[in-house]
């Protein structure tokens, strides 16, 4: 066996374990911002040091070949959590990782994530090539690797069983206090077991709202409640649609001018935020027919196995509803395959039966899709005498360039070609096409018996994409810095003809409200419990945030709170004007309240899913 003595400093393993900490601790730097040499050391080192250490003694013919390769993957790793973290802001899991190769959301989207100073991550895999070459020659062996591997596993060990001794609420902040891996292996083990942390109490609906600083009324004591019973329900799920851009102008044309008037035959909510998590548009869905909180680190479709779920489909079809989805994208994206026959739709058409033309993107144009559900209606209707079609957009999706053709406005020359730019001509188009669709609803002599719900999914402008420029702007547009406010609040438009004449509210929602505000609107009760609430009805609110704020943030009516995360402390905003506040008056009690929300809405998926 070979024995590194003091003066063999110049030891391949001693040299290949120095530039791998050097690796490490510059991922580090870059992804959390920590410099901590001891705690870089101690808690992330030891882990990949260990599985270098076990390289060297297992490949003991094509050992040089083997480091190498494992260079080459944390490159590789490392780049990819680099640019997820710029464009997400949060860390991805192991699960997130493995499905890289379908975030459309982030692809489009790589030369804007990207800077050269991030290759230096794959500079060890060059410098590896003559170290190969010399050592080589020397016949160096590897033996003594053991007694590094037996070190570096004892010190992982223990901080891996320091790490399983925390609760994992935000997997961002956890990873950078217990290391990656560990981070990785505790998010494994609490999604094996379902759900982590969550409550198996029954809660009561006045309970429930309580929590939110409500008195609680049965839903048919709602003066909504009914209102717009027995008509046809269209629910278009906006890509990416933000609500600063209703009613706004640039260089005098509105960026919205079908939505803006369409706001005259509807009740318009302008306070409402996303709630999303890893599964983004999916997990808007999810929210929008489930009225439960997304999983938050995993998309919440991986936790369905084909098993059907109470869902606002299966409700409407008991009253007598047909229900049709639409969305122009591949079936298997996010495992739509699995979530449509699970909530309960008739018809189901994806990029399988939507023409592929007028291609922008990712898919079909937006016009493509909305004049294939005018031909797939009037079908439907000599089937049902009510019908329910659920329409997702596509075209408005990062990166947001459009085809010349396509740009209905004429912006300023400092927006061309810029970030924000190409967002608002992707909004018009969009817009363009709702505007379209709404005329044909008209055409049909429908238009007057339905309820029409529009919302955003998702903020599109966020992250590494949006520049400097870009926040210029912005600014100029809406008169003040683009705020979290401005990033998260969604625009949601309930559009009944006859009987809304453009009020609004500005109380706090969330796209958990949705659906129970929608019931109560046609008078019908869910067969089991949501926790979202009928926004014409309740004024406060209490909002959990898993995935792009860390984990245990919340909104409340007059805060937001952003809870710590890798790279800030924990922060508390006036949520009228998003100025810091140190006001932590009863901050404990809407922390404790909102996870505990959060944690039985897990509960109710949880048993929804295994029975």
């Known amino acids: 066996m070979s024995k590194i003595s003091s003066s063999s400093f110049l030891h391949p393993i001693v040299l290949l374990l120095v530039v791998l900490f050097i690796k490490i601790y510059a991922f580090q730097v870059v992804v959390f911002e920590n410099t901590s040499f001891f705690h870089v050391l101690l808690v992330e080192f030891p882990m990949w040091a260990l599985v270098l250490s076990a390289l060297m003694l297992f490949f003991k013919k094509r050992t040089w070949l083997a480091i190498w390769v494992y260079s080459l993957i944390l490159s590789v790793l490392f780049i990819v959590v680099v640019y997820y973290t710029r464009y997400f802001s949060t860390v991805p899991s192991y699960y997130d990782v493995k499905q890289i190769y379908q975030s459309n959301s982030v692809g489009g989207t790589v030369a804007l994530l990207g800077s050269p100073y991030d290759f230096l991550f794959f500079l060890d895999t060059v410098l590896i090539v003559p170290l190969m070459w010399f050592f080589k020659k020397k016949s160096t062996s590897f033996a003594s690797a053991k007694r590094y591997a037996v070190g570096f596993g004892c010190i992982g060990l223990v901080m891996t069983v320091i790490a399983f001794r925390y609760p994992l609420i935000d997997v961002s902040y956890f990873a950078k206090k217990h290391g990656y891996i560990q981070s990785q292996f505790v998010q494994a083990y609490e999604n094996s077991l379902g759900t982590a942390f969550a409550s198996q109490e029954y809660m009561s609906e006045k309970e429930l709202e309580s929590l939110k600083g409500n008195t609680y009324v049965p839903a048919a004591q709602h003066s909504t409640f009914g209102l717009a019973k027995n008509r046809h329900v269209f629910i278009i799920q906006v890509e990416s649609l933000q609500e600063f851009t209703i009613n706004q102008k640039i260089n005098g044309q509105e960026i919205t001018p079908n939505l803006n008037a369409l706001l005259k035959e509807s009740t318009y909510f302008d306070n409402v935020y996303q709630q999303i998590g890893a599964g983004n548009t999916s997990d808007a869905e999810w929210l929008m027919h489930t009225s439960l909180y997304p999983e938050g680190m995993d998309p919440t479709v991986n936790t369905l196995e084909g098993e059907e779920i109470p869902s606002l489909v299966w409700t409407l079809k008991?009253?007598?509803?047909?229900?049709?989805?639409?969305?122009?994208?591949?079936?298997?994206?996010?495992?739509?395959?699995?979530?449509?026959?699970?909530?309960?739709?008739?018809?189901?058409?994806?990029?399988?039966?939507?023409?592929?033309?007028?291609?922008?993107?990712?898919?079909?144009?937006?016009?493509?899709?909305?004049?294939?559900?005018?031909?797939?209606?009037?079908?439907?209707?000599?089937?049902?005498?009510?019908?329910?079609?659920?329409?997702?957009?596509?075209?408005?999706?990062?990166?947001?360039?459009?085809?010349?053709?396509?740009?209905?406005?004429?912006?300023?020359?400092?927006?061309?070609?810029?970030?924000?730019?190409?967002?608002?001509?992707?909004v018009r188009y969009t817009d363009e096409q709702i505007g379209l669709f709404i005329k044909q609803l008209k055409k049909l002599g429908i238009y007057d018996e339905s309820v029409i719900l529009i919302y955003g999914d998702h903020s599109g402008l966020h992250g590494a994409p949006v520049t400097e420029k870009d926040k210029t702007l912005l600014k100029e547009v809406l008169g003040h810095e683009y705020t979290m406010q401005d990033r998260f609040v969604v625009p949601v438009l309930f559009t009944v003809p006859g009987l809304f004449t453009g009020e609004k509210y500005s109380h706090l929602g969330g796209q958990i409200d949705l659906m129970p505000t929608l019931l109560n609107l046609l008078g019908i009760e869910h067969d089991t419990q949501m926790m979202g609430h009928n926004l014409f009805h309740y004024k406060k609110n209490l909002l959990g945030m898993r995935y792009y704020l860390p984990g245990g943030s919340f909104i409340s009516d007059k805060t937001i709170y952003t809870a710590p995360s890798a790279k800030l402390p924990a922060s508390i905003y006036n949520q009228k004007n998003m100025k810091k506040t140190k006001n932590t008056n009863g901050l404990q009690k809407r922390i404790d309240n909102s996870l505990t929300i959060m944690e039985y809405s897990d509960y109710i998926r949880k048993d929804q899913t295994e029975d």
């Open 318 to 426: 008991k009253n007598g509803y047909g229900a049709a989805t639409y969305h122009a994208d591949d079936i298997t994206y996010w495992s739509r395959d699995k979530l449509y026959p699970a909530l309960g739709f008739d018809y189901i058409y994806t990029s399988n039966e939507i023409p592929n033309e007028k291609e922008i993107g990712f898919g079909p144009a937006d016009e493509v899709l909305f004049n294939f559900v005018d031909e797939q209606l009037p079908k439907q209707l000599k089937t049902h005498e009510k019908m329910y079609s659920n329409i997702i957009t596509l075209t408005s999706h990062t990166p947001f360039e459009m085809p010349e053709e396509y740009e209905f406005l004429d912006l300023p020359e400092n927006y061309k070609e810029t970030y924000v730019g190409n967002y608002f001509q992707s």
